[in-house]
Every structure is written in structure tokens, then in C-alpha cells.
């Protein structure tokens, strides 16, 4: 029974005596093989670590076990979310809207908006324009957007609804009530690609059809296009960084704020991209994407139809961000102000005195591609070894020559391997067979560490068991400082596990490392 | 604060809601919103509209059919693999996200916080994915031989290609002498995740119940019981347990929190259905009901007072034995929750609660707050039916506002209007109510504590609601420097 001076909840609670007992009677009725047989699933345990379990793990064609990527509706309602007022909609069923806020909002610890025009059987049967019209309406007159961003589920794709001939029909049956908001549009069906196509659909369709005037090139305007950025943190130093070459360099699609309100009142719309610099984007001098992966049909509208000059860069790590900013000098001609060579001085400091616990270590990493190349970067400038480069989303084309350039850096580069489309259940096995030291990645990482004792370094989206994380930079100089810290401090939580048994271990228990 | 003004205050508040809506809208909302009293005339949980269509446009608070099937029913059978069929973000979103507590060696012989997609592609919409789901159905059983069982939960695109899974699950089952269900929950089914219930039930009616297999060789005793629609959130149905063995009772069966197959299989042989969830597992008891001539009962283990009241109402289907040795039980624990009570309610005393939940805590909850002296004065269901709000109405102990299937919009008004002191509903309204400084408690995930169903987890549920109106924390909103009193 509790104690009242010392209430638990679960984690404890079922520890009592009372309670395994509970548990054993239940063992009686249950029919799972650790119930009935727990010697086989010791069994079964151990196969799942062997070399035949890993071969046929990663000859799967079908099954897709613990997944490392999302859909794209979610990356389309991020893009939304970056710009002032802008309302994501997604033309479907509430249940995807539902999801999406919550993922978002399980990473962030924020509130999500997003509305969906909950369509269902009957729009399965006559198309979604009904659920368009009332609720473009009712979004308008609840939130007063001054842009709703539509992209779509899977669903509405299924069923080929057009959206653009919806818009226009529900603004004419509108009275008016539509007349001054932005609606672009994108299709991002569930089935093609993931989380970052949805980005790149999303931010490709509102730069076509929202920014058209073309007029005369601006010198010094310059927009970056930071990506599917789950590091609020980051956006904030790129555009510190941004700032120090020119007043003009506007990020498109900037979630910094939406994501990061204070206490005090709640707002449902925070920060943003400017519309007005939205609608400017098309007569900037330059585009500078930071996630090249994650604006692959954004780069073509840029390059081929405003005819604009388009660079990507990934400010990721040392070298990465080296390129960025030799990038915004070049661009906006201007010497690399004094600060930022501090700042990277002082990164680089922080690398020689970190170096020796990172040098020689190996990683196991997943996440997006252009995160993947980013972060691995800077694993090879530290002279860690990153063993496993696991991306399940990774694009067909180029990406697993570019990471393999970045590998071929390291002087260890014979034991890094790159796995494009895996999942996570067959980095389990990898985990088994090939070991390394510890992974980088997400929550999902969390069952990798239980089942193979790799210690987790949590870099990459969505971690939802830690709190604030997001609201670091790891891109930049002063972000790298915060991944050497992460990754460097990380490794010493480790060590001192593994030093810390009285009279065994803990001679190497130091005070100072 | 009398009560006519509580009333009015809230009549008031749903007037000012309405406006902002477009007419057709406004008519569709004013139809879901209302008040009610405990005592008297027919009020809103009598009339009000509820599981239908959600007015398009609006942040709902709903999910879908899919997510009531493989989210709620079927996931957290353990010892079976639960197939997301179809793309690839259901399956993610969806992940772990419950505390349905289990235990077992994860990945080895039980899997419910890992994901298994068909993961579609393009080609998948064009030709169909039955190619895909058969060899997909092949694989799991190559590499994890110890699953009890597969289930197909179906994703949008499944049903709008017409896509034969039954087939698929017929002929899996027939080559490989296991249990294949094909459950079609596509999440454009119905209007929230309320049908993805139903048609789970009925995929358990219609292939796990005719499964006598389990049944054939099970002793039975007289006191056999078993617990249906708990999902064992942060360990609900294993305090619960603690309980019913206590009183005498033998636990059969877990629906469907740590629920194993076989323990659905053998749930016919209990002498009694205890239902929790009423709203997601009423099916499959009904047909229990029917089929097997199992009785069942709606119970309420929220608060020492329901859950007193239920022990009673649980030993009246047993004999003298039984139910004396619930007397000891109750009296055990009441000195215990009285403690607790004594304990917390001075600081909890006259607190005004608003809640949003599902199909079930909307009412269930009341009498654990009204326990600690708080005031329930808002409820309302994501995804109830009438008979849900009939339910409610017993539960209410002053006027209160009932909202049904109410979006973000509505809520925040209603808090903005009846200013409560804790605001107790889901993670997408948790920041919101947070960030206007107010109290806020997820009642899904129990905020990642419980369990708060039985004696002992009462005791959790008192500390949880202290801990969030009493930390310091809400009173740094207001800077030093802000020396205007807002609304005094």
C-alpha cells in the first residue's frame, strides 16, 4: 500500500511485493512465450544477435521495423509554421492533423497549430471540395490567417482532389471572406518520400505562388532556406551570423519563434517570416539553401524559373560552416567580420581540447540526410569514426556519394558504412555484430540502448524524453561548441559509469579529465 | 459564486463562442455546446449532438479510426505484432506514445512500443500493396518467431485502392496455423477514433472469439473475472488487479493493457466482464454478453468514492464470501485514502477543474477531483455518443459546461470566460493552458506519471493534482516590474 510520506507512482509502485505478486499471478493466464517458456526467449535473444539473424534482418524487403523518417504532411506544416500568421491546413482527415501537433508538440513542448477540414467517408466518395470550401471559411473567420498553407494526406492524393481548382472554387462560394488570404498550396502525399519531401513540396509551392512579382534583382537580398530545422537554436545563429553580412539576408521559413513563446499569454501565431519579404524572395540576388536534400524541387524553381543564383551550404561542424560563411562573404562581398573569426577560433580550441575522448571512437549515427553529412563531418574533423551512417529517407540520387567523400577524409575510412534506406531494427543487429561505442540520434534510439547497452548520445528529431535540447544551435560555430559538448561530455557520463565500482574500477574514477 | 451565476457565466461564455463562427458553422457548433445541473430538468447530457461529422477548418482535438484500432484496442496486445499498413507516418506518430505498460522482452516476444510499417510507396497506390503485405506477413515470422499473432491495421490508403487484406490474412493464417487479422481502420472511417473501436471489437468478435483453442483445457473457478477496456496506461489495470485479488476475485484476463493473446481468447470463460472503458470496449461485452451469457458491469476505479462503490457493486455478483472479504479490503484502504484526502484536500479545497478527454475519463474522473474538494465545472468528450453523456449527467455535482468534440478555439475561450484553476486534457492543449499560466494536467498519458485507477493509485493522482496547482512555478508568470493586478 502507499506511504503517505512517501506517495510513488508506477515506476516504484509496482516494485512492492504486493504488486510482483500481481504480476506473477498474472503470468498464469498469459500466453506469451516469456510466460510460458522464458528460456526460449533467452533463446531467441541471443539468435537475434548473431550473424544469420543479421543477414536475413537486412535482406527484408517488406516489413519496415522502427523507422527513422516521418511523413510528408509533416514536414509541409513545419514550412507553414515558418512564416507570420500563416495557418498550416491540411486537406484530410483530423486524425494526420491530430498527429502531427502532437509530434511536434512532444518535441518542442509547445503548442502546434494546424487545422485539417476532417474529411471522411463521404469525401472518400464525392472528393473533399465540400470540406474545402467550409473550411478555408471557418479557418479564416476562427484564426484570421493572413495565409493558409494546404497541403494534403495521403488520402486526398488517393482520391486525386485537385486542390488548386478546390481553392479557387471555395474562395468563389466564399462571399469575400477569402479575398485577402494568401492559400498557396502543395501536394505532399504520405507515399512519396518523406517528412523532408513534404518540406520541400510545401516551401517550393508557396515561394511559386506567393512570391511572383518579379521586378528588379535586389544586390543585397539574399534568402536562406534553413531546412527541416528541429533546432530552434540554430535558426537563431544563422541568422546572428547572417546579420553580421547585411540587413538583407531574410530566412524563408523561419519556425524559430512559433516554437519558442514565452509564459504569460498564449498567441497562436509567433514570429515569422515576414510576408512582404516573402513575397520579395523572388528578387533577391541568391538563395542559399542550408538543407540541399530538403530543397531539392525548391532549388529547381529557384535556379530554373526566377533564374536565381542558388547555392546550398550545411552549417554543420567546422568545415561546414567554414563554407557557409566564406559563402555570405563571397556573396554579399564583404570580409568575414572579426566576431565570427573569433567564434571560430574559439570552436576550434574547444575541438583540441576535447579531442582525445572523441579521437578514435566509434559512432553509430541516423537521421535525415543533410543532418547525416553535417554531423558526420564533424565526427571526421574530431577523428571519431562514424562506423554506421543509417538513413532511412536517404535520397536516390547523389547523397551516398557526397557522404562517402566526407568518410573517404578519415584516415579510418575503410571502416565506416553508409546503409541508406535501413531502419532502425536492422541497425540493432549492427549494434550486435559490428559494435561501436555510441550512437547519435533520436528517442528512437532510446529501445537501441536498452537491448544493446550503446550508450545514446541524443542529437536529431524527435526527442521527446529530454527537455530543451531543441533550443540549442548546433549549427554554426557556436553550435559546434554545443555538439562537442554534448558528444565529449557524453563520453565522460560514460566513462565514469564504467568507472565508478568501489575497489574494481574506480582507481580510473578521476576528478579531472 | 452561486450556482445560477456559474450557470449564467457559462450559458454566457457559449453565446460569445458561437459568434465567431460563419453561419452554417454556427448552427452545426451551437448544437454541441451546453449546460447541464445534477438535479432537475433535461439539460445538455441529455440533448447534446455528439459523434458526428467535425465541422471542417477548425483545430479538433480528434483523432481517427485507425488510431482507435491499432492506437487503443489492438496495440497493446503485446505478444502479437501490429502491423501500420500503409505509408509511413501513422505508424511513427503513434509510437509509444500511450504508457501502454507491459511486461516482456521487447522485440524477442512482446512489441508494443515498436513500429512495423509496410511503409508504402507510390508503386504500392498504383499496383495495390497485397504483394507487399503478404511477404511482409512472411518476414515477421522469419525473424520474430515468438509473436502470438499479427494484426493489420489498415491506413487511408487501403480501402480507397481496394486492396484485399482479408484475403492476404486468410491465406497467411492458413499456411502458417496462426492468427492473422486483417482490421480495417482506415482513418477516414467514421468521424473520429470512436468507429476504429468498434471495428476492432468486431475483428476480435468475429476471429479471436471463436478461438477455443485456449479454452479448451482452462479450469475454471467460480470468482473468475475479467477486466476489459483498460489499457494498463502507466499501469492502470495492474493496480486495478491488486484490488480484485484482494477481494478474492481470480483474474483472468486483461483488456487489452498487457493483455496477451491468449488472454483474449480465454476472456469467455469469465464469470464476470468488468468494464472501464465503456466507450471503446461496450462491443465486444455486449456480444459476450449475447454469445456466452457473460454478464458485465461498468466500474469506476477513479477516486476512493467510485471505486468503493464499484468493489460493491463487483461482489454482488458473488457470494457472502466475497463480499466480506471486500468489506476488509474497503476499510483497509479508506484509512488510507481518507489520510490521503486529509493530507491534500485543505490544498486543493474549492479548485475549479475543466476537462477534455476521450470517450470515458470525461465523466469517470470527476469523483477522484470531487474527492480532493475540487470542482469539476467544464466537461466534454473528443469522441463520445449520447449514451456517454447520459452517463455523465449522475456525475456532475454543480452546473456545468459540456462541450462536445470542442476544437482548441472553443476551449481556450471557454478557459479565458470561466477562468478554472486547472485545466486537465491533452498534450496539444497542454502548452496552451500552461503558457496562459494556468495548471495544466495531460489526462491521456497521465502526464507520465500514474496509474490512477484503485486505492493506491489515488494517492498518485492526489500528489499529481497538488503538485500542479501548488508549484511555485505558475507564480514567476507575472514579472517584479509588472505591477498592474490583471482581472482582479
Same mark, same amino acid.
Given at each position: ?157 488517393? =482520391?486525386?482532389? @485537385? ?36 518540406? @520541400? ?50 530566412? =524563408? ?63 554543420? &561542424? ?46 553509430? =549515427? ?109 549549427? &554554426? ?37 | ?488
Amino acid at each position: 500500500m502507499q506511504d503517505l510520506d512517501n506517495i510513488v507512482n508506477g515506476q516504484k509502485l509496482f516494485l512492492k511485493p504486493e504488486y510482483q505478486e500481481v504480476l506473477k499471478n498474472k503470468k498464469e493466464f498469459e500466453g506469451s512465450m516469456g510466460a510460458i517458456n522464458p528460456a526460449k526467449v533467452e533463446e531467441i535473444q541471443k539468435w537475434t544477435e548473431s550473424w544469420d539473424y543479421r543477414e536475413k534482418n537486412l535482406a527484408r524487403e517488406a516489413i519496415t521495423v522502427n523507422p527513422a523518417k516521418a511523413c510528408q504532411p509533416l514536414g509541409a506544416v513545419m514550412v507553414a509554421l515558418g512564416f507570420e500568421n500563416t495557418m498550416p491546413y491540411v486537406h484530410g482527415s483530423h486524425g494526420c492533423v491530430a498527429y502531427f501537433r502532437t509530434y511536434f508538440t512532444r518535441h518542442f513542448k509547445e503548442p502546434t497549430p494546424c487545422v485539417s477540414d476532417s474529411m471522411s467517408e463521404s469525401a472518400a466518395v464525392f472528393g473533399g471540395l465540400a470540406n474545402m470550401k467550409d473550411g478555408l471559411r471557418n479557418c479564416n473567420a476562427l484564426y484570421k490567417p493572413e495565409m493558409i498553407a494546404v497541403s494534403t494526406t495521403c488520402m486526398a492524393e488517393v =482520391i486525386g482532389d @485537385d486542390l488548386g481548382a478546390f481553392i479557387i472554387g471555395a474562395k468563389d462560394e466564399a462571399e469575400g471572406e477569402l479575398d485577402n488570404v494568401l492559400i498557396p498550396n502543395a501536394h505532399t502525399p504520405s507515399f512519396v518520400g518523406s517528412h523532408i519531401t513534404g518540406y @520541400d513540396n510545401m516551401m517550393k509551392s508557396i515561394l511559386e505562388q506567393v512570391s511572383t512579382e518579379k521586378t528588379t534583382v535586389d544586390e543585397e537580398r539574399i534568402n536562406i532556406i534553413p531546412g527541416f530545422e528541429p533546432y530552434l537554436g540554430s535558426l537563431k545563429e544563422i541568422k546572428k551570423i547572417s546579420k553580421m553580412f547585411g540587413d538583407k539576408i531574410v530566412m =524563408i521559413g523561419d519556425h524559430e519563434e512559433q516554437w519558442d513563446t514565452g509564459a504569460g499569454e498564449y498567441k497562436l501565431y509567433a514570429g515569422g517570416t515576414k510576408i512582404e519579404d516573402l513575397k520579395g524572395s523572388i528578387n533577391a540576388k541568391a538563395t542559399i539553401s542550408l538543407q540541399k536534400y530538403s530543397s531539392i524541387a525548391t532549388a529547381k524553381t529557384i535556379k530554373n524559373k526566377w533564374k536565381q543564383t542558388y547555392e546550398t551550404c550545411n552549417p554543420i &561542424g567546422l568545415s561546414g560552416t567554414d563554407a557557409f560563411v566564406m559563402k555570405l562573404a563571397e556573396l554579399t562581398g564583404k570580409e568575414i567580420p572579426e566576431e565570427l573569426k573569433q567564434q571560430r577560433a574559439r570552436l576550434v580550441d574547444a575541438m583540441q581540447d576535447s579531442y582525445p575522448y572523441m579521437h578514435g571512437k566509434k559512432i553509430a =549515427i541516423w537521421g535525415d540526410p543533410d543532418f547525416l553529412l553535417g554531423m558526420v563531418s564533424f565526427l571526421v574533423e574530431m577523428g571519431a569514426i562514424p562506423t554506421h551512417v543509417v538513413c532511412h529517407n536517404a535520397p536516390r540520387k547523389n547523397w551516398e556519394a557526397e557522404m562517402r567523400a566526407i568518410l573517404d577524409k578519415s584516415n579510418r575510412s575503410d571502416e565506416c558504412n553508409i546503409w541508406p534506406g535501413k531502419d532502425l531494427w536492422a541497425l540493432r543487429s549492427l549494434l550486435f555484430t559490428e559494435p561501436v561505442d555510441f550512437m547519435i540520434g533520436n528517442v528512437y534510439g532510446k529501445e537501441l540502448y536498452r537491448d544493446t547497452k550503446t550508450p545514446l548520445i541524443r542529437i536529431g528529431f524527435p526527442i521527446f524524453d529530454r527537455h530543451h535540447l531543441h533550443r540549442y544551435s548546433m549549427s &554554426g560555430y557556436e553550435g559546434g561548441i554545443n555538439l562537442l559538448t554534448w558528444i565529449t561530455n557524453g563520453i565522460l557520463d560514460q566513462l565514469d559509469e564504467e568507472t565508478k565500482d568501489i575497489a574494481e574500477t574506480d582507481y580510473f574514477f578521476d576528478s579531472v579529465r | 459564486m452561486g450556482p445560477e451565476t456559474l450557470e449564467s457565466l457559462q450559458k454566457q461564455a457559449i453565446a460569445e463562442v458561437l459568434e465567431a463562427y460563419p453561419e452554417k458553422a454556427k448552427k452545426n457548433r451551437a448544437k454541441h455546446l451546453g449546460t447541464d445541473n445534477p438535479e432537475g430538468v433535461k439539460g445538455s447530457c441529455d440533448t447534446t449532438r455528439s459523434n458526428k461529422q467535425t465541422v471542417p477548418g477548425v483545430m479538433s482535438q480528434r483523432g481517427c479510426a485507425y488510431a482507435g484500432s491499432k492506437g487503443v484496442v489492438w496495440g497493446p496486445i503485446k505478444d502479437m505484432i501490429h502491423i501500420s499498413h500503409g505509408p509511413i507516418g501513422c505508424g511513427q506518430y503513434s509510437r509509444g506514445g500511450r504508457r501502454n505498460y507491459y511486461i516482456g522482452t521487447t522485440g524477442i516476444d512482446t512489441f508494443v512500443t515498436m513500429n512495423f510499417s509496410t511503409d508504402f510507396n507510390e508503386k504500392d497506390i498504383v499496383f495495390g500493396g497485397d504483394k507487399k503485405l503478404k511477404k511482409a506477413l512472411e518476414e515477421i515470422d522469419e525473424l520474430f518467431p515468438l509473436n502470438n499473432g499479427i494484426s493489420i491495421q489498415s491506413e487511408c490508403p487501403i480501402g480507397l485502392i481496394g486492396d484485399d487484406i482479408q484475403a492476404v490474412a486468410k491465406v497467411h493464417k492458413k499456411e502458417t496455423g496462426h492468427q492473422t487479422v486483417a482490421v480495417s481502420c482506415e482513418g477516414f472511417r467514421g468521424v473520429s477514433q470512436s468507429l476504429g473501436h468498434h471495428i476492432a471489437n468486431d475483428m476480435i468478435r468475429d476471429h479471436v472469439m471463436p478461438d477455443t483453442s485456449h479454452r479448451k483445457d482452462f479450469e475454471s473457478t467460480p470468482y473468475d473475472v475479467a477486466i476489459i477496456g483498460d489499457y494498463n496506461i502507466g499501469g492502470d489495470a495492474w493496480s486495478t488487479r491488486l484490488i480484485l485479488e484482494e477481494m478474492g476475485l481470480r483474474v483472468i484476463a486483461q483488456w487489452s493493457g498487457d493483455a496477451t493473446y491468449k488472454e483474449l481468447a480465454i476472456a469467455p470463460k469469465a464469470k464476470l466482464n468488468l468494464l472501464h472503458c465503456y466507450r471503446s470496449m461496450n462491443y465486444i461485452s455486449r456480444h459476450m454478453e449475447q454469445e456466452f451469457g457473460i454478464p458485465w458491469m461498468e466500474y469506476n476505479f477513479f477516486g476512493p468514492t467510485k471505486t468503493t462503490e464499484s468493489l460493491r457493486k463487483i461482489a454482488s455478483f458473488f457470494d457472502e464470501k466475497i463480499q466480506e472479504q471486500t468489506e476488509k479490503v474497503i476499510a483497509k484502504y479508506t484509512a488510507m485514502t481518507d489520510a490521503v484526502i486529509a493530507k491534500f484536500r485543505p490544498m486543493l479545497e474549492g479548485k475549479k477543474v475543466m476537462l477534455y478527454v476521450g470517450g470515458l475519463r470525461p465523466r469517470h474522473v470527476i469523483g477522484a477531483y470531487e474527492d480532493l474538494g475540487m470542482e469539476v465545472i467544464g466537461t466534454g468528450y473528443e469522441f463520445g455518443h449520447g449514451d456517454d453523456y447520459k452517463r455523465t449527467k449522475e456525475d456532475l455535482g454543480r452546473s456545468t459546461l459540456i462541450y462536445d468534440d470542442a476544437n482548441e478555439y472553443e476551449l481556450e475561450e471557454f478557459v479565458k470566460k470561466l477562468r478554472p484553476d486547472l485545466v486537465a486534457a491533452g498534450v496539444k492543449e497542454k502548452y496552451v493552458f500552461q503558457k496562459m499560466g494556468l495548471p495544466f494536467r495531460q489526462m491521456h498519458s497521465w502526464d507520465y506519471s500514474g496509474p490512477y485507477h484503485g486505492y493506491d493509485a489515488f494517492a498518485i493522482f492526489a500528489k499529481d493534482m497538488d503538485l500542479a496547482m501548488n508549484s511555485p512555478v505558475w507564480n514567476h508568470t507575472k514579472a517584479p516590474w509588472d505591477k498592474e493586478v490583471e482581472g482582479a
